[in-house]
């Protein structure tokens, strides 16, 4: 008679499913899903088996220590770290002592040598509980994962050190923390094939932005060696975001790439009683993107099927064969800080304190958005966590599931090493803390007892401040916001808090600026990339040269840079307009970008000076301006993002207009062309997909621009008044001086009445007509007279978003009345 499912021992994973939890816990259950379910789909999975949560209990009766570990934990106290370790360690030590069933010991080296065939394989043996990643807990990691086992003994001595880490300090700590009955939960054991990734690439992949929730992100982590250091934060890895919806479509949507040090790797050592080592990386491959193009799509497209499959946002681990050039899926389970994150409150923090008051210690990069402050800790090894104090902040090397039981006490965490998806950023997203990894020597600059202010609240850069500063949040609730009329659209500068600001209600983006691409991205004088044989300054050059590490070619740098920086905004609001407004940088701030002196004339007044449109088609500046062109191409063409729309700052004159346009269709960016994209659609197939026509905007800032609007109209699809430009040209103030600032601002007649004609110009010509800038939201009665003028939209800064959609929706009331 066949033993029953649900007593057997070991498990092949092509027996097995979602539904198996109970039996071989979420780790392994999802192995067996989509070893079974999605191999079929193209998706990679090493074939392995499961020893039970029967087979573990069945241990544990078999060897009579249950009752003894109760005894153990009777007087267990996770608050006090040095009663956790001993008790932990108590508790472990009993069960690696006691010997298995050796009927249990037969299954296990049956399935080895099945898995095996005539040559013992290399296997990777991990724990799977069976309460592991529940929505609203993520038990993974809490146990131990043991790589390049090879021959059955050594498996059963792996399986054995699985089981006895159920008992971990951070797992008996983690379980206390959430309620969890120590014996309400089992484990199972995973036996998988090797993937030899010690020879090529692995990491992380999270189907759903890190630190934002936004779901259709895909966020990939990678670095050369096992996947352990990715994992566990050891090194910083290079970073790819993929964009979800045009993926779909069949566009090579890879809107960001950011390389990471990858200082070191995690390889096999060829020595039975300690089977990895750790190595250098050399210096060429530390330079270089540790994934090709196709590698990052394919990863995404198996991330996207195995989302669609589980239907929720998944965090999946895979690895690169080095030897065989394969890549895997070697694990997958429900990604939990963001399924269960409130979507309807929206958290903003920020300090108060002006910027000439922050005194900079370090930077790295930020995990989540909130802002903590506190004495720092300085804590270098495991043994000496008994040191640590209640809300301080954890500064350390690197964090893993040992540190659990300070990080969940501390006020805020910084690391030298990590990325967005190593243990110290998962731990602290899900405990809510705010966290900065990645900084390279903080361990060396921040000293214990300083006080010190963490903020993530500043876009993708985490910095540390000297100092307590004080902060505020700000808590929305997005429930019940009515829509106006009139649109509220948003001003948005750094492209990683687009993600977030995309929930904030919005009617899509009024106002990207590319100078704050250029500034936080790029850095570089486009000139001085184009020139860089001709630049006299050669600190620019060594710094240019550093900048752009991995680029055969400087020109493509800057393309690719701008490009992520516009389709990672593109992408957050898609498919709702993003009108990306040309660089617009005065000569002033254009030498201050490396290399910029030697391409830039002195202006007594910049702000009237060589400026917006008429760079674009001189001479001086042409070449450069083409640069934009090619970036803003492969948004909508390559990325898929036509929701692009093109804005012209500071156009003087008809006939610059024509020349801009012209300049534009040079570079192959013809207004009102639909283009026509051939895209991959399968092996040896592809679709055409034809793009949204491209449409072309003009600030309305110059009073030449209302008089001629008629004029303008012919040549551009809408219009965007600059209040604060129309307002110095046309009382004849200088903006950037403000010693005359008192005279007046928006809100003065002249100013308003040419605000009046240019909407009734723009809706005579059938043209959209928004405004970007501030005033609305500190000006409610400005932002009366522009709705009564019959303003399209108006584009606001995030912070002020609510409230003014608020008062105007209020105000549409009021007039319908």
Not at 95 to 112: C, F, N, R, T
Not at 121 to 141: H, K, N, Q, W, Y
Not at 223 to 231: F, I, N, R, T
Not at 361 to 372: D, F, P, T, Y
Request: hydrophobic residues 40%; aromatic residues 8%; proline residues 3%.
């Amino acid at each position: 008679m066949s033993t029953p499912r649900n007593r057997k021992f070991v498990l092949r994973f092509n027996e097995l499913g979602i539904k198996d939890v109970p039996l071989v816990g979420g780790k392994n259950a999802s192995l067996g899903e989509m070893f079974s379910g999605l191999s079929k789909k193209g998706i990679m999975v090493p074939d392995g088996f499961a020893v039970t949560a029967s087979a573990y209990r069945y241990f544990l009766k078999a060897a009579g220590i249950k009752k003894e570990i109760e005894r153990i934990l009777k007087d267990l106290d996770t608050s006090n770290i040095v009663n956790l370790k001993v008790h932990g360690q108590a508790v472990r030590n009993l069960i690696l002592s006691a010997q298995l069933p050796v009927d249990l010991e037969k299954e296990i080296i049956g399935a080895y040598r099945q898995l095996s065939g005539k040559k013992d394989i290399s296997v990777a043996v991990r724990s799977s509980a069976t309460a592991e990643d529940l929505p609203d807990a993520s038990f993974a990691g809490q146990q131990e994962t043991y790589l390049h086992i090879t021959g059955g003994q050594a498996v059963l001595a792996a399986v054995k050190r699985c089981i006895s880490s159920l008992f971990t300090d951070r797992a008996i700590s983690y379980r206390v923390d959430k309620n969890f009955d120590h014996f309400k939960l089992a484990l199972s054991v995973g036996v998988q094939k090797m993937v030899r990734s010690d020879k090529g690439v692995s990491g992380v992949m999270f189907t759903a932005d890190t630190e934002s929730g936004f779901k259709e992100t895909l966020v990939i982590n990678g670095s050369y060696g096992l996947g352990e250091y990715v994992v566990k934060g050891a090194v910083t890895p290079d970073e790819f975001r993929v964009f979800q919806t045009t993926l779909k479509m069949g566009f090579p949507a890879i809107i960001s790439k950011k390389l990471g040090t990858k200082e070191i790797k995690l390889v096999y050592s060829g020595s039975a009683a300690k089977p990895t080592k750790q190595e250098k990386v050399s210096e060429s491959d530390r330079n270089k993107l540790c994934l090709s193009d196709g590698d990052i799509l394919q990863l995404a497209k198996w991330g996207v099927t195995i989302e669609e499959h589980y239907k929720k946002s998944m965090d999946v681990e895979w690895a690169k064969d080095g030897l065989t050039g394969e890549l895997y899926i070697v694990q997958a389970r429900p990604e939990t800080v963001h399924f269960t994150a409130k979507q309807n409150i929206l958290e903003e923090y920020y300090l108060k304190v002006k910027e000439s008051e922050k005194k900079l210690l370090i930077k790295g990069i930020s995990v989540g958005n909130k802002i903590g402050a506190g004495r720092a800790r300085v804590i270098l090894a495991a043994k000496n966590m008994k040191e640590f104090q209640t809300g301080e902040v954890l500064v350390t090397d690197v964090t893993d599931p040992d540190w659990e039981p300070i990080m969940k006490i501390a006020g805020a965490i910084i690391t030298n090493q990590g990325g967005r998806t190593c243990h110290a950023a998962i731990v602290s997203r899900e405990l809510g803390i705010p966290c900065v990894v990645g900084t390279g020597t903080a361990t060396q600059k921040i000293e214990t007892g300083a006080a010190v202010t963490v903020s993530c609240a500043e876009g993708q850069d985490g910095y540390v401040y000297e100092g307590v500063l004080p902060f505020a949040v700000k808590k929305i609730n997005l429930q019940n916001i009515p829509r106006p009329k009139t649109k509220i659209m948003m001003n948005v500068g750094i492209p990683e808090n687009a993600f977030a600001q995309s929930f904030i209600p919005n009617d899509g983006v009024g106002l990207a600026r590319e100078e704050f691409i250029i500034n936080s991205y790029i850095k570089i004088h486009p000139n001085a990339i184009l020139k860089f044989n001709q630049l006299k300054d050669e600190k620019a050059k060594r710094m240019i040269l550093k900048m752009t590490t991995g680029y055969k070619n400087k020109r493509q740098f800057f393309v690719d840079k701008l490009a992520e920086g516009i389709g990672q905004i593109a992408a957050a609001f898609y498919p709702k307009d993003v009108i990306v407004r040309l660089s617009d940088f005065k000569t002033n701030e254009y030498a201050e970008l490396i290399g910029g002196r030697q391409f830039e004339p002195t202006e007594a007044n910049p702000m009237i000076g060589w400026r917006g449109a008429s760079r674009y088609y001189s001479s001086g500046f042409k070449d450069a301006f083409g640069l934009e062109c090619e970036a803003i191409k492969k948004a909508r063409e390559k990325m898929g993002l036509d929701n692009v729309i093109v804005m012209v700052p500071f156009c003087r004159t008809v006939e610059e207009a024509k020349l801009v346009l012209q300049t534009m269709a040079d570079n192959k960016l013809q207004r009102g062309e639909r283009v026509r994209v051939k895209i991959k659609k399968g092996v040896g197939k592809t679709k055409e997909y034809k793009l949204k026509a491209l449409q072309v905007y003009v600030m309305t800032e110059i009073p030449a621009n209302v008089i001629l609007i008629d004029e303008f109209a012919k040549y551009f699809d809408g219009f965007s008044i600059g209040s604060n430009d129309l307002t110095q040209l046309t009382l004849g103030l200088d903006r950037d001086a403000g010693t005359l600032s008192f005279i007046g601002n928006e809100k003065n007649e002249a100013v308003k009445r040419l605000i009046a004609a240019a909407i009734t110009g723009a809706k005579k010509n059938k043209r959209k007509i928004g405004i970007c800038g501030q005033g609305p939201s500190d000006l409610p009665d400005f932002a009366e007279f522009l709705v009564r003028e019959g303003v399209d939209s108006i584009s606001l800064n995030s912070d002020t978003v609510i409230k003014t959609t608020i008062a105007i929706g209020k105000l549409e009331k009021r007039m319908r009345k």
